[in-house]
């Protein structure tokens, strides 16, 4: 696809954005921002779907009022005439393939929800990922502006694919920051209790990870004979004789009893 100077240069900013360390509220709402400019677009709104509530969350928006925006949460949501049908095509797709101008004109939806923040022309993009809906991207022209091309359909499939990844990234890197700070409170908790030292509890932050002895001393910069040595000291300290063994006794065992 050829780019004028000015989608080339979004488009960078894009992956940009794509490949920086964002949480995935971050993540959606940048990457949301620069896909209405590409789009020549005014209005942006993203969601998750939640399939345990069987409802959207995790709202990030531009230019549309909160107001709405929670009228939509509360009640339009749930008697939305388009949405259900772009969520199940697994490509961008415009409002106008899955239903006709002049029927979504008469809709209660375009009429009080859409049309007061001034939207009127839609494009919808629905992240998925082992066939679960973990985001979206629905980009809005207000009145006076054309609807949206295969053109702008084939660039928002582009940008829909690696943002995916993105997500996917961004929630994986939030899940191993949950389990560090888990791990950091714990090691700390028995630390205290027990007495470790800095480089104890550092290597019993290590052994929670999984890591082996040679990790470890790349992961600390010390040697392996050091490391050895540490956890000699632990092994007899909590009374075990494994990696496995201490790992359990930091994680469940009753700090009283060791």
Known sequence: MNLTHRESSIVFQLMHEMSSDHDEQTLRAHVGESLADLLDAEYMASYIWDEASQRFTGRVSLNMSDDNLTCYEDYFQFCDPITPALQNRRCATCVSEVISRDRFERTEFFNDFLKPDGLHYGINFYNYAGGRNIGDMRIWRGHGKAD????????????????????????????????????????????????????????????????????????????????????????DKFNVSSHTQLSHSLSYGSVSNL
């Open 148 to 235: 949206f091309t295969r053109r702008d359909v084939e660039l928002l499939d582009h940008v829909g694919l690696s943002l995916t990844g993105a997500l996917l990234a961004a929630r994986r890197a939030q899940k191993t920051g949950d389990i560090d700070i888990d791990i950091c409170g714990r090691v700390e908790h028995v630390g205290d209790q027990v007495g470790l030292t800095r480089r104890q509890r550092e290597i019993c932050s290590e052994i929670l990870r999984g890591r082996s002895d040679q990790e470890i001393t790349q992961d600390l910069s010390i040697s392996l004979p050091t490391v050895r040595s540490h956890l000699r000291a632990l092994f």
